[in-house]
């Protein structure tokens, strides 16, 4: 017979790691792994019925939204309301935070933000999406949660994780004791451990950046990717470029064979694109978890004191010595 282990019985072994856990953060990471299956049902079946498209709405940033991504965001915030375990919900997908004011949500502890499907441009043409989560405990007591509540530091994450629904649908995480990664079994609608222990090579050869933006690069960005693209035996260069565009997707290949992401400022987005709360933060976090380094090319992103829901942060994160040698260029910056 084979043997394997679901997500629901490892988090349960694993909640005996936090010696006074009551067992709410185990509740409150199987809930997201419930609306994950959800989310990923409708996913795989995009192109199907009439849930391609726009679904006629602007979100706070300004961009289109699609409907899988209001579809997704309704999952989580249902799950995560009827699960107890949460008080507000910061999403991408919302301007202000969504409390949650329920009879069995009065003591709840956890704050979740979330980008509840990143990557949307890739929705409509069969390309992978993700989630991407982060969990912090609330820092004042009673009342509702407030905005401070949910602007703390990435080193204050509890855990966090993503999904990435992709060729298989995986979820991957970590509360701070390494990272650990579940590949869907669609037979037994389950989460089962596939990944355990991930750790990212230290060195990498993929350099993922949006070349595209190339012009609008600082010296020490340009730079740094000529170097990605030297010839030199040693180094293994030139190194190889993937970009999916899917923040998940290119996290999760970079995060198994070695690589380095980097989204920087640009003209355009002098902060760059990406956000620090839900999308950034979680990654960083699971990126060191796994023996990386993640950077906004001054200082790590986990030391970053938010002060907006909705801010941006530049970031190069992936393997350790990748995320130093480009820190090297950036310090040469005029
Ligand atoms: P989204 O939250 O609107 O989906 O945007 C985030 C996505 C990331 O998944 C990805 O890394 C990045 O945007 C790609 O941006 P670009 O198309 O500028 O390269
Ligand atoms: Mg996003």
Redesign the pocket.
Known sequence: MTTFKTLGQFIIEKQADFPFAKGELSRLLRDIGIAAKVVNREVNKAGLGDILGDAGQINV?G?GQKKLDVYADQQFIKALQNGGECCVVAS?EHELPVFIDSEISKNAKYIVCI?P?????NIDVNVSV?TIFSIYRRDSVGGPATIEDILQKGLKQVAAGYVVYGSSTMLVYTTGKGVNGFTLDPSIGEFCLSHPDIRIPKDGCIYSI?E??YLKFSDGVKKYIKYCEGEDKQTKRPYTSR?I????A?IHRNLLLGGI?I?PATLSHPNG???LMY?CNPIAFIIEQAGGKASDGKQRILEIEPTALHQRSACFMGSLDMVEKVEEFLAKEL
Do not use: A, I, P, T
Not at 117 to 121: F, I
Not at 245 to 248: E, T
């Open positions: 940033q961009e991408e980008d499907l990143d990557g949307s441009s993700g949006n595209g933006n970009y565009g899917s923040l998940v290119d992401f989204y694109k990406l956000r999308e």
